[in-house]
């Protein structure tokens, strides 16, 4: 299963990341690299709480 991920830059200049299968799955960074960057530092955080979510894994 794969993920859908949208991001886009906000008013502030930085660019937001929202995964809409997972509410409230967002994400942020000065570039679009680093936006990715910390949506897997989340994925290794939900993994570190032991929570199993199909597709968010492989992001």
């Known amino acids: ?3 859908e991920v949208i991001i886009e830059k906000g ?3 930085y660019y937001v990341a ?4 997972l509410p409230g799955c967002i994400s942020q960074g000065k ?4 936006t990715v960057i910390n949506l897997g530092t989340l994925r290794k955080l939900i993994r ?3 929570i ?3 597709g968010f894994n492989n992001l």
């Not at 929202?18 to 299968?21: D, T, W």
């Open 11 to 13: 008013e502030s200049g």
């Open 52 to 54: 199993s979510v199909d």
């Open 31 to 34: 570039t679009v690299d680093e």
């Open 18 to 21: 929202e995964v809409p299968a």
């Open 48 to 50: 570190q709480a032991g």
């Open 1 to 3: 299963m794969k993920l």
